[in-house]
T-cell receptor, first 116, second 112 residues
Framework: EAGVTQFPSHSVIEKGQTVTLRCDPI?????LYWYRRVMGKEIKFLLH????????ESGMPNNRFLAERTGGTYSTLKVQPAELEDSGVYFC??????????????FGPGTRLTVL | SQKIEQNSEALNIQEGKTATLTCNYT??????LQWYRQDPGRGPVFLLL?????KEKRKERLKVTFDTTLKQSLFHITASQPADSATYLC???????????FGAGTRLFVKA
C-alpha cells in the first residue's frame, strides 16, 4: 500500500510569489491533516479535513494560506503571497476513521519550503 | 500558557543500555499521549499511544508511562541499538479534540 505522498519535496521561491503544495493521502483515509515545522521549533498543527470538509482550521497562520480538498481525495495548500516567515517543512498526514480521534496518523515526507 | 517540554539536549547512550526520554506538559488535559520517531528528511512515524486512564503501555522493546498527576510521560527503549538513533517526539491530543500538539523532540544517539 502506498503511503502519504507530498509534492514537491523542495520548493524555493521569492517573497511575494505563490506556491502550492500537494498531499495525496493513503487511499480510503477520510482524515487529512496539515502541519508545519519552522526551523528549530516544534511541529505545529495547521488544519484538519474530514473528507472534503474543514473540521478544524484553527492553526492556519493567516489568510495568505488556503487549503482545499476537493472531492475528499488529495489536498492542496496554497501560500499567496509567500513571506520569509513561511519557510519551513510542511507535513501532511492522513488517518482512516472519520471521527476516530485515536486513529494512527501516517505522515508524508514533507515539503521543504524556502522563501528568499 | 500551554506547553509540552522535551529535553532539548541530545541523549547519548551505549548500545544495549536503556534509553529514557521525558515529556512534560503544562496546562493541558490530554485525552491521550503519543510518541513518534522521526528520521532526518522524513515525516514522523507513530510508535505508541497511551490514554489518560492507562499507566503503562508496551510494544516490543518500547515502554511508555503516563502520570497525569505529575503531567509527565516517560518513553523507554530497552536493549537499545544504533538503529534506534533518531529524534523522538511526544504529542498529545486534548480531551474532546482531534488536534495533535507536538513537543520539539529529543535527539537520541546510540553508540555501538
Amino acid at each position: 500500500e502506498a503511503g502519504v505522498t507530498q509534492f514537491p519535496s523542495h520548493s524555493v521561491i521569492e517573497k511575494g510569489q505563490t506556491v502550492t503544495l500537494r498531499c495525496d493521502p493513503i487511499s480510503g483515509h477520510d482524515n487529512l491533516y496539515w502541519y508545519r515545522r519552522v526551523m528549530g521549533k516544534e511541529i505545529k498543527f495547521l488544519l484538519h479535513f474530514v473528507k472534503e470538509s474543514k473540521q478544524d482550521e484553527s492553526g492556519m497562520p493567516n489568510n495568505r494560506f488556503l487549503a482545499e480538498r476537493t472531492g475528499g481525495t488529495y489536498s492542496t495548500l496554497k501560500v499567496q503571497p509567500a513571506e520569509l516567515e513561511d519557510s519551513g517543512v510542511y507535513f501532511c498526514a492522513s488517518s482512516h476513521l472519520a471521527g476516530g480521534s485515536t486513529d494512527t496518523q501516517y505522515f508524508g515526507p514533507g515539503t521543504r519550503l524556502t522563501v528568499l | 500558557s500551554q506547553k509540552i517540554e522535551q529535553n532539548s539536549e541530545a541523549l547519548n547512550i551505549q548500545e544495549g543500555k536503556t534509553a529514557t526520554l521525558t515529556c512534560n506538559y503544562t496546562n493541558y488535559s490530554p485525552a491521550y499521549l503519543q510518541w513518534y520517531r522521526q528520521d532526518p528528511g522524513r515525516g514522523p512515524v507513530f510508535l505508541l499511544l497511551i490514554r489518560e486512564n492507562e499507566k503503562e503501555k508496551r510494544k516490543e522493546r518500547l515502554k511508555v508511562t503516563f502520570d497525569t498527576t505529575l503531567k509527565q510521560s516517560l518513553f523507554h527503549i530497552t536493549a537499545s541499538q544504533p538503529a534506534d538513533s533518531a529524534t523522538y517526539l511526544c504529542a498529545l491530543v486534548r480531551t474532546g479534540g482531534f488536534k495533535t500538539i507536538f513537543g520539539a523532540g529529543t535527539r537520541l544517539f546510540v553508540k555501538a
